[in-house]
């Protein structure tokens, strides 16, 4: 199923989903001694938001057409 054709309801619970793991991550590297555990936790903060802008992008794209 394409992303354009989503419902919204996909999309908001795609979003809830991320904040939910991006939440997670920080409260696991406050803990974290593990400078490479750190680094990829620090790369999956930036990765989540990324991903979930370029999914809403293409959503919304399709709704134009």
Known sequence: M???SWH????????AWGIALVVLALDVLRKVDNPFTGFGLIAGLIAIPIALSVLTWRWLGGKEH
């Open 8 to 15: 919204v309801g996909k999309i908001v619970l795609l979003w």
């Open 2 to 4: 394409a992303v354009r």
